[in-house]
């Protein structure tokens, strides 16, 4: 059973930094990218950013270019997503998901369970 | 950027209703165009891939349709199980998502 399992939820205070993890089982960890999703409280989903686990390289949403940092695992098929200079605007649940495609544009299939980081002082 | 946006934001409807979700994007981006199911307190789920494929396990009221910037999600005989938020998402650059579509069941 392809399972993607993520780390649980955080209280931060502004300023500082949150690092999820997300454990996957059921296939070949370097086969396919791995995307991090944003869903604040009550919102809609907004994508962050990808890596490519066999590679490293990462791609990041401008919004959050300079304070996310996507890596990968290949040793735990784990991937990670860091999140630094938390604002109460950060306030969400973060999703995993993997980016699945036969040839060409990726859907995401399946998704972690969720991580809720709540930003409070 | 490509702009996803869908119509309407919200829908209350009865069951055995058809219903039908539309999602237009700022630019051409040919099939590229995936539609999830998100239940309260759930992870998005997906529902149809590449704007019309379906994906197994999931009911066959569930159809989609369109390409280039116009799609559409279909539910036929809606039941009561399907109140849901309901998103599309395009991978043909930079991923993005539609806003949503919450549906209630009277």
């Known amino acids: 059973e392809v399972q993607l399992v993520q780390s649980g939820a955080e209280v931060k205070k502004p300023g500082a930094t949150v690092k999820i993890s997300c454990k996957v089982s059921?296939?070949?960890?370097?086969?396919?990218?791995m995307h991090w999703v944003q869903q604040a409280p009550g919102k809609g989903l907004e994508w962050m950013g990808l890596?490519?686990?066999?590679?490293?390289?990462?791609i990041y949403a401008e919004k959050f270019q300079g304070r996310v940092t996507i890596t990968a695992d290949t040793s735990t098929d784990t991937a990670y997503m860091e999140l630094s200079s938390l604002r109460s605007e950060d306030t969400a649940v973060y999703y995993c998901?993997?980016?699945?495609?036969?040839?060409?544009?990726?859907?995401?299939?399946?998704w972690g369970q969720g991580t809720l980081v709540t930003v409070s002082s | 950027e490509i702009v996803l946006t869908q119509s309407p934001d919200f829908q209350s409807v009865t069951p055995k209703e058809k219903v039908t979700i539309t999602c237009r994007a700022s630019q051409s981006i040919g099939s590229s165009l995936h539609w999830y199911q998100q239940k309260p307190d759930q992870s998005p789920k997906l529902l149809i891939k590449y704007a019309s494929q379906s994906i197994s396990g999931v009911p066959s009221r569930f159809s989609g349709s369109g390409s280039g910037t116009d799609f559409t999600l279909t539910i036929n005989s809606l039941e009561a199980e399907d109140a849901a938020a309901y998103y599309c998402?395009?991978?043909?650059?930079?991923?993005?998502f539609g806003q949503g579509t919450k549906l209630e069941i009277k």
């Open positions: 059921g296939y070949t960890f370097t086969d396919y990218y």
């Open positions: 890596v490519d686990p066999e590679d490293g390289e990462t």
């Open positions: 998402h395009q991978s043909s650059s930079l991923p993005s």
């Open positions: 998901a993997t980016g699945v495609a036969a040839a060409g544009p990726e859907w995401f299939d399946p």
